[in-house]
Antibody
Framework: EVQLVESGGGLVQPKGSLKLSCAAS????????MNWVRQAPGKGLKWVAR??????????YYADSVKDRFTISRDDSQSMLFLQMNNLKTEDTAMYYC?????????WGQGTLVTVSA | DIVMTQSQKFMSTSVGDRVSVTCKAS??????VAWYQQKPGQSPKALIY???YRYNGVPDRFTGSGSGTDFTLTISNVQSEDLAEYFC?????????FGAGTKLELK
């Protein structure tokens, strides 16, 4: 059974940092591209970042709104996905989902909530 | 950025009806479109990829169609468990973008 379990969310002050983690199981993690997608309370879905597999040189892509502030990374030996978030802004408040990509976003975790507030 | 427009924020339906949710891309995305279902308090679930292919386990009452800029998700014989919000997404160009969502409600 495919499982994606996010952790690391919480309350942080503006300009602070947070690192999200996603533990994957039930599939061959290293062969898949992985993404982070966020959803502000009561709002729609926004893609945040993508990291490809080793065979694609771990290429990374970011939404403009998080470029130079967020870093996506992965540890294939541990089947883990990460999102390092720096210089957080109030508009980064959202549920953050770890998402496996097979053509499109084939499987989603349950999410971890990040709240940026003074 | 490619804008995905779901013009109907809400749609009313009855159990057993057929309903179509539409999505329009601001430029040609070929067939690189997916559809997702999200119920309150849950994470999204993938339904359709490449505009018209169902993911494993998705009931065949869900049908996707379209190419270029116009796409449709049709639900035949709507069931009560289908009452949810539906999002389209394009993955033809970065940034990957979603529609604003269409909520399917009971009449």
């Amino acid at each position: 059974e495919v499982q994606l379990v996010e952790s690391g969310g919480g309350l942080v002050q503006p300009k602070g940092s947070l690192k999200l983690s996603c533990a994957a199981s039930g599939f061959t993690f290293h062969t898949y591209a992985m993404n982070w997608v966020r959803q502000a309370p009561g709002k729609g879905l926004k893609w945040v970042a993508r990291i490809r597999s080793k065979s694609n040189n771990y290429a990374t892509y970011y939404a403009d709104s998080v470029k130079d502030r967020f870093t996506i990374s992965r540890d294939d030996s541990q089947s883990m996905l990460f999102l390092q978030m720096n210089n957080l802004k109030t508009e980064d408040t959202a549920m953050y989902y770890c998402v496996r990509q097979m053509i499109s976003f084939s499987y989603w975790g349950q999410g971890t909530l990040v709240t940026v507030s003074a | 950025d490619i804008v995905m427009t779901q013009s109907q924020k809400f749609m009313s339906t009855s159990v057993g009806d057929r309903v179509s949710v539409t999505c329009k891309a601001s430029q040609n995305v070929i067939t690189n479109v997916a559809w997702y279902q999200q119920k309150p308090g849950q994470s999204p679930k993938a339904l359709i990829y490449s505009a018209s292919y169902r993911y494993n386990g998705v009931p065949d009452r869900f049908t996707g169609s379209g190419s270029g800029t116009d796409f449709t998700l049709t639900i035949s014989n709507v069931q009560s468990e289908d009452l949810a919000e539906y999002f389209c997404q394009q993955y033809n160009n970065y940034p990957l973008t979603f529609g604003a969502g269409t909520k399917l409600e009971l009449k």
